[in-house]
């Protein structure tokens, strides 16, 4: 009985943290139209904890750090071409290939891994596309350290709003902020995962709000 009552208790509080700590960053946010290009869940986690409308074809979804690059940099093209079902038996969630229209672009895999059908994975792709606002884009990437580190180095010098999410700190990328939930161990990292006594994220660590509102370089 005693146990059960201590565990509503924690809960509850636990609860309020949360609510507290989301109250507090939406009334920060003052960019309500924004689209944000993510390489992984970190987009769709912003968004819906800001409480903001899916304004990004990338939610839900993964793209590889290889591939990452390519796509940002040339986003109005790649959402002006079709996607194909690429069946992968080494995966239990759908996966899709923008494929390109001439050779100066490369094929672009799509990891759906929050959906259950290429189907409504493609869907929710054309009708978020829809949404993308030119003027208004933010780009972050969260890499975990495997691929060329010298493509993120080139998404820092790119002209455009960025952020790069790194496990471990390298001063040769200026756009650029770390989580501490990693540890020199880029497995074991949970960024989206609530700390208790916080009410906030590993993934708060970031200064996103002050990235969304333009008041990062």
Known sequence: ???NVFTRLKNLLRKCKR????????KMNGNHDFCLITNDCVGGVIYHDLGEQ?????????????????????????L???ITETPDSSKK???????????RHIPIV???????TFEEAHSKWKERSLRVDYNNLYFI?????????????????????KLVILHNANNDIASSGVV????????????????????KRYLDEIDYIGFLNNSRA
């Open 180 to 199: 501490s939930c990693y540890n020199e161990n880029p497995y074991n990292g949970k960024i989206l995962e609530v700390v208790e006594r916080t009410g």
């Open 110 to 116: 799509l990891n759906f891994m929050h959906y259950k």
């Open 54 to 78: 899916f304004r990004s074809p990338t939610i839900n979804l993964w793209i590889s750090n290889d591939h990452f690059l390519e796509f940002a940099q040339n986003l109005k093209y790649y």
């Open 141 to 161: 990437w969260h890499f975990n350290g495997e691929g060329d580190i010298e493509k993120v180095k080139e998404f820092d010098r790119w002209n455009a709003k």
């Open 80 to 82: 002006s071409c079709e």
């Open 19 to 26: 609510e507290h700590w989301l109250k507090k960053l939406k």
């Open 1 to 3: 009985m005693v146990v």
């Open 93 to 103: 969630y759908p996966v899709g290939t923008i494929i390109p229209t001439d050779d």
